[in-house]
């Protein structure tokens, strides 16, 4: 039993480290190609925006009308900008997602690797080091539940930030709702 690798071995492993780069720059892509819209797509109805609002300001008749519109056309924008914070966050959670995926991927290959290396070491390995491999064994368990244990840590950090991402920005529309709604009555 030989222990080297064979060419065949060597170019299936260098061609499943080209595809998950390619994955991985794919993936990157998409992102850049997603927040490049929601950019384009948000400058474009800022300017619509401002020209409408500007349009409506300009025609107030007097400072009660003006405050009103004020109040008024602070909600859609404090709504806008954060649906713009929430498709970031959300482009930007998707791509960790699919990184990550890959990611874990990469490491069950590379145990499977390891322990199969692992395992024709052993084969070939002088009587009484059965010891050595099982020690070796153990610590690559050891570190494979780490990594499961801060993967599923890291799931868990992600979920409660994303809840108070969503709790934040449902808080800060009501609060402009009712702040727009309190300087109305003002005006009026």
């Known amino acids: 039993m030989s222990t080297f690798i064979t060419p065949e071995q060597f170019a299936s492993t260098n061609k499943a480290g080209i595809e ?10 998409a992102s850049a190609e997603r927040l490049a819209a929601l950019n384009l797509n948000t400058a474009r109805s800022i300017l619509e925006d401002g020209v409408a609002n500007t349009k409506a300001l300009l025609g107030a008749k007097d400072v009660q009308e003006l405050v009103s519109l004020q109040a008024a056309l602070a909600q859609p924008i404090v709504e806008k900008a954060v649906a713009y914070a929430r498709s970031v966050y959300e ?3 998707q791509s960790q997602e699919e990184v990550s995926k890959v990611m ?5 290959e590379l145990n499977k690797g390891v322990a199969s290396a692992l395992d024709n070491a052993a084969k070939s390995a002088p009587a009484g080091s059965d010891v050595a491999v099982a020690a070796v064994k153990s610590a690559i368990a050891a570190a494979n539940s780490a990594y499961d244990n801060m993967s599923k840590a890291a799931k868990q950090v992600a979920e409660i930030a994303e809840a108070n991402v969503a709790a934040a920005t449902n808080a800060t529309v009501k609060a402009v709702s009712s702040g727009a709604k309190a300087a109305a009555k003002k005006a009026a």
């Open 20 to 29: 998950t780069l390619l994955t991985l720059a794919n993936a990157a892509f």
């Open 91 to 93: 482009i930007t959670s």
């Open 104 to 108: 874990e991927s990469q490491v069950a």
